[in-house]
């Protein structure tokens, strides 16, 4: 019987950037050198990086090709304009805000609408965002549903919120204390975890009831709306671009960090529906990043943001981009590596708990993960774990999440399978032997963040 042809990326290479392996012995050095912190690599000594999905992306030609009619006007740019009215026909919002990076957004969006003692639903707070409410002494409340814990369960949206969950914490702590309600596209925190329509709608309706503005933490706003296409009742037939109208239309605004799914290096915005809190944005836009219709980036960056805004609802290129997550995830699924379930829209998250039950988890098995993976194939991963997590600030003790994660984020447009076909043997490598890799204990741990300048010695190294 004859077969389908097999889905290709839809686009063919026309530049490249060399990259090179180093040997073992390379690669052990350099990582004793960097304190076994995968951070303080330099990334040319990283094969595969997969640190981040974020400003990581190839632009495509049509965008560089932009980049060469900015117009680097104050005030008025014409890819200020152009940005400005791709996000209205995509989004529905008539109000933008450029900005340097999506934390850039939130930091306007709460200087405006936080106060003190305010509480912030959402259904995972990314890091940022819930530093930007600690910030404004407001207190972050994750309301995700229960199964988003249980890495084995493949459920379609584990990134929903619950509403009863949201209905609780407004009786409890009442509206007036609730300036704003979120919900981030897709669930990063949460594995990349899409959420549903129907969700979206539910606590829309719950908004509606208490009088509340939704916003949605929109960074990879197409590759849920891709989810919603292939895993929602009555969503096959729209096209991405209808499905992405129908959910930002049950929005008030969005916070965007377009090095996520606007497909560029660096930028991000507000987007907003009410032209008063447009102007009061406006004010501290000035302050914290310039002036509004340039706000941080230049007008060639803006352009690129639109092109790429365009170029990310293509269906050809989201089928190729979450096939390309799944292709890595079936491949581990195959072996019997422990992943969180189903993979997410822009990475694949290892369970480290269950990869590595031998390491106690004060000596860190997610980040022991990332090392082992570094040292086997030269593949750069994040813990998303304990260490990540930090310590409580009152007892000084590990603030142990409930799961300790390695994330294994895929860049946009820049890898090929064959890069994961190393990165998934480089895993299942590791899994053949996992009962030698030894855990890790501080050699110097900063009072905050203490992730990105950690340095670390293997446990039973003298
Ligand atoms: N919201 C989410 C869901 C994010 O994943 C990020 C960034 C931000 C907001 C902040 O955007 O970096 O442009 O200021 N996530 C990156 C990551 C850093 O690696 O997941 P930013």
């Known amino acids: 019987m004859e077969q389908h042809l097999p889905l290709a990326e839809p686009y063919r290479i026309k530049v490249v950037e060399p990259i090179r392996m180093t040997s073992r012995e390379e690669r052990e050095m350099l990582i004793r050198q960097a304190g076994y912190n995968p951070f303080l690599l330099p990334s040319e000594a990283v094969y595969i990086d997969l640190l981040t999905d974020s400003g990581t992306s190839a632009m495509s030609d049509r965008q560089w090709a932009g980049m060469m009619v900015g117009d680097e006007a104050y005030a008025g740019s014409r890819n200020f304009y152009h940005l400005q009215a791709v996000v209205e026909e995509l989004m529905g919002f008539k109000y933008v805000i450029p900005t340097h990076q999506g934390r850039a957004a939130e930091n306007i969006l709460f200087t405006v609408m936080l106060h003190e003692g305010n509480v912030v639903p959402n259904n995972m707070h990314f890091d940022t965002t819930k530093a930007h409410v600690l910030h404004k002494h407001g207190r972050p409340v994750d ?9 084995g ?15 609780a914490l407004i ?8 300036p704003i309600v979120m919900l981030t596209l897709t669930c990063n925190s ?3 975890q899409p959420v549903s329509m129907a969700n979206i709608r539910e606590v829309r309706e719950v908004c509606r009831r208490y009088g509340l503005p939704l916003f949605l933490d929109a960074c990879r706003f197409a590759e849920n709306a891709y989810f919603i296409k292939q895993r929602e009742e009555g969503y096959r037939d729209k096209t991405v671009r209808e499905i992405v109208k129908e959910i930002f239309s049950y929005a008030d605004g969005c916070t965007m960090s377009a090095k ?10 507000l987007a907003l529906r009410d032209q008063d809190l447009y102007q009061k944005c406006s004010v501290w836009a000035v302050l914290f990043e310039g002036f509004p219709t340039y706000g941080g980036l230049a007008g060639r960056d803006m352009e690129a943001m639109a092109r790429g805004l365009t170029e990310v609802v293509d269906e050809a290129y989201l089928a190729s981009r979450i096939g ?5 995830a079936e491949q581990l699924t195959a072996a019997g590596i422990p992943i969180v379930q189903p993979p997410g829209g822009h990475a694949v998250y290892l369970d480290a708990g269950a990869f590595l039950p031998h390491i106690p988890r004060d000596q860190f098995p997610a980040w022991a993960l990332t090392v082992a993976l570094y040292l086997e194939g030269g593949v750069r991963a994040v813990e998303i774990g304990t260490v990540l997590a930090g310590r409580n600030p009152e007892t000084g003790a590990h603030d142990y999440p409930r799961l300790d994660l390695v994330r294994l984020a895929i860049p946009r447009r820049v890898y090929t399978d064959r890069h994961m076909d190393v990165v998934a043997r480089a895993v299942i490598n590791i899994y053949s032997r996992r009962d030698q890799i030894r855990g890790l204990c501080f050699t110097y741990e900063a009072p905050v963040l203490r992730h990105f300048t950690a ?5 039973d190294a003298a």
């Open 455 to 459: 340095r670390f010695k293997p446990v």
């Open 324 to 328: 390309q997550v799944r292709y890595l």
């Open 153 to 167: 369960l493949p459920l379609p949206f584990k990134g929903n919120m619950n509403p009863a969950k949201l209905e």
């Open 190 to 192: 949460g594995g990349g």
């Open 260 to 269: 996520k799914d606007a497909l560029v290096n660096i930028g991000g915005f």
């Open 171 to 178: 009786a409890q702590v009442g509206r007036e204390n609730i």
């Open 143 to 151: 309301l995700v549903i229960d199964a988003a814990y249980e890495p």
